[in-house]
T-cell receptor, first 115, second 115 residues
Framework: DGGITQSPKYLFRKEGQNVTLSCEQN?????MYWYRQDPGQGLRLIYY???????QKGDIAEGYSVSREKKESFPLTVTSAQKNPTAFYLC??????????????FGPGTRLTVT | AQKVTQAQTEISVVEKEDVTLDCVYE???????LFWYKQPPSGELVFLIR??????QNEISGRYSWNFQKSTSSFNFTITASQVVDSAVYFC????????????FGKGTSLLVTP
């Protein structure tokens, strides 16, 4: 089945530890995105990548880092510099490019809790 | 800068009622795209519709319909004869070229349909 996988579904970490969230897609999409969702809030953009080995900061990139070494993978690292990391993290992908905005397909999300 | 406003935080209806979810957007770009997504309790976002700024035709898909009016910068979503399964959070979103077509989300409207 084609789709986006995120693992794990739930993640618990101690304050001060870095943690990496996985995002893999087999849709052959060029563009990938990371969003953060807090209770009662819409989704906010953390990072996006339109092509392998290239990525751009979104609205709330501070305290996060990403890599895009392969087309199908876009891992997100939540560093200890992120002041309030507890949130629901959603990864998405889309066809991208060609000067057109296509719909994004979302993974099931990872709920990160930092104590 | 782009902005999406969903003024209705929560809506509660009885099954079979019609309900309209409002979405108002702001952008200076002449080319932009509008989206609606559904987020059921499971958390995964489900794509519903995409519209570009040059296509003001209204669209109907089963019990769902969308009304796009550039004159009022609105892209409203109507569910006819609502069902319990329609209970979810609904997000309106906007994308433009300058942000890599990342989605700029409203804060969402939580719809509860009771039997």
């Amino acid at each position: 089945d084609g789709g986006i996988t995120q693992s794990p579904k739930y993640l618990f970490r101690k304050e001060g530890q870095n943690v990496t969230l996985s995002c893999e897609q087999n849709l052959n999409h060029d563009a990938m995105y990371w969003y953060r969702q807090d209770p009662g809030q819409g989704l906010r953009l953390i990072y996006y990548s339109q092509i392998v080995n290239d990525f751009q900061k979104g609205d709330i990139a501070e305290g996060y880092s990403v890599s895009r070494e392969k087309k199908e993978s876009f891992p997100l690292t939540v560093t200890s510099a992120q002041k309030n990391p507890t949130a629901f993290y959603l990864c998405a992908s889309s066809i991208g490019g060609q000067g057109v905005s296509y719909e994004q397909y979302f993974g099931p999300g990872t709920r990160l809790t930092v104590t | 800068a782009q902005k999406v406003t969903q003024a209705q935080t929560e809506i509660s209806v009885v099954e079979k009622e019609d309900v309209t979810l409002d979405c108002v957007y702001e952008t200076r770009d002449t080319t932009y795209y509008l989206f609606w997504y559904k987020q059921p309790p499971s958390g995964e976002l489900v794509f519903l519709i995409r519209r570009n700024s040059f296509d003001e035709q209204n669209e109907i898909s089963g019990r769902y319909s969308w009304n796009f009016q550039k004159s009022t910068s609105s892209f409203n979503f109507t569910i006819t004869a609502s069902q319990v399964v329609d209970s979810a959070v609904y997000f309106c979103a906007l994308s433009v070229f300058d942000s890599g077509y990342a989605l700029n989300f409203g804060k969402g409207t939580s719809l509860l349909v009771t039997p």
